[in-house]
């Protein structure tokens, strides 16, 4: 092995895969971007009711995909699980995934939600909103995330750095809404309202908002909904100072489309071995009882109508969603990182 594949080999936790295992019928093999705690209860669950061995790799996306590709028609790999619609079609197109038409899923999960040519579906749906805190932020000042360009909220946001991917999903999504130029006037005008330059993930943002550092961010709910359901006094005291407005959410055309959501998505690779058993598991995921599974534990929104959400995110109140077909965030996502750039987002 040359240092290369060392190097991407050393950034995984292998679990039960390795270079030898069985080729045999009753195993499906997952490369999987989601912690193992966030997924390997479920994967559990499937060997379990079937008899279908579930190998399970968990390690960073990026790293992943690059793994993907190194190995190329000798992966052992037959699912790739990872966070974020850019992702998926960043895999799709480096060309490690094969398209497959599963109609169970393509009845139970949203046509915006799963890719137009069948090379993913998605799993479980996040939703971005605003978070804002509650004792310095009257929610009458709230509209949309353009409106956070406004003078108003000079050094009163905390956002995430551009490098991230859920941000990069967002100013996609502004893009196919609002055009380049009215998306880069609104970033600059955000970037220009910071209170802090961008540094650490969704969670950071809250307690950055929850200590007075800044007034609102934007952020995945669920990283909201952790810290309510956590057991330690401080994150619970975090999660009382904060509050969720949805945005864009009154009226007709593209300002008011809606709240930005993303997946958590599956698809099948390109050279894997188990096809049906790699079927089984991806029409298990999307079942009721999984789906179930994920929006008690993890706090994401299913993607199966009528399907309950946890009590956390019942908190939050019902939303209109973005109805973009989400492949479109792939799509555009190269020009939302050359608009962030020039606006100076860090």
Not at 148 to 162: D, E, V
Not at 252 to 270: L, M, P
């Amino acid at each position: 092995m040359n240092l290369i594949n060392k190097l991407i080999f050393s950034t995984f936790t292998v679990g039960f895969l390795c270079a030898n295992v069985a080729q045999a019928a009753d195993v499906v093999n997952v490369y999987s971007a989601r912690k193992e705690a966030l997924i390997k209860p479920l994967l559990d669950e499937f060997s379990a009711s079937t008899g279908i061995e579930v190998n399970l790799v968990t390690g960073n996306a990026d790293a992943l995909l690059k793994r993907l590709q190194v190995e190329g028609s000798a992966t052992e790999a037959d699912i790739f699980i990872t966070s974020d619609v850019a992702r998926l079609h960043r895999a799709k197109e480096a060309g490690v995934l094969k398209a497959v038409a599963l109609p169970v899923l393509e009845a139970s999960i949203p046509q915006a939600l799963r890719d137009s040519e069948h090379y993913w579906y998605g799993l479980t749906l996040r939703a971005r909103p605003i978070i804002y805190a509650k004792d310095r932020v009257d929610v009458g000042q709230l509209t949309t995330y353009e409106a956070l360009a406004q003078a108003q909220w000079q050094g009163r946001i905390c956002l995430r750095s551009s490098q991230n991917v859920y941000n990069q999903s967002l100013v996609a999504a502004a893009i196919h809404a609002l055009g380049d130029e009215t998306t880069q006037s609104w970033i600059e005008g955000m970037v220009n309202n910071l209170a802090k330059s961008p540094s650490g993930g969704d969670t950071d943002q809250l307690k950055a908002v929850a200590a007075g550092v800044c007034d609102v961010t934007i952020a995945n709910t669920y990283y909201l909904a952790r810290l309510i359901n956590s057991s330690k006094p401080e994150d619970q005291a975090v999660a009382n100072k904060l509050a969720v407005f949805w945005p864009n959410q009154k009226g007709e055309g593209a300002a008011n489309r809606g709240a930005h959501v993303n997946v958590s998505g599956a698809a099948f690779t390109k050279y894997g071995k188990h096809y049906n058993e790699a079927q089984a598991l991806l029409e298990y995921l999307a079942s009721a009882p999984a789906q179930a599974w994920y929006a008690k534990i993890n706090n994401e929104y299913p993607v199966v109508d009528g399907v309950e959400v946890s009590q956390a995110l019942k908190g939050f109140g019902d939303y209109k969603m973005d109805p973009i077909d989400l492949e479109i965030l792939g799509l555009n996502n190269r020009q939302a990182i050359k608009l962030m750039d020039r606006a100076g987002w860090k």
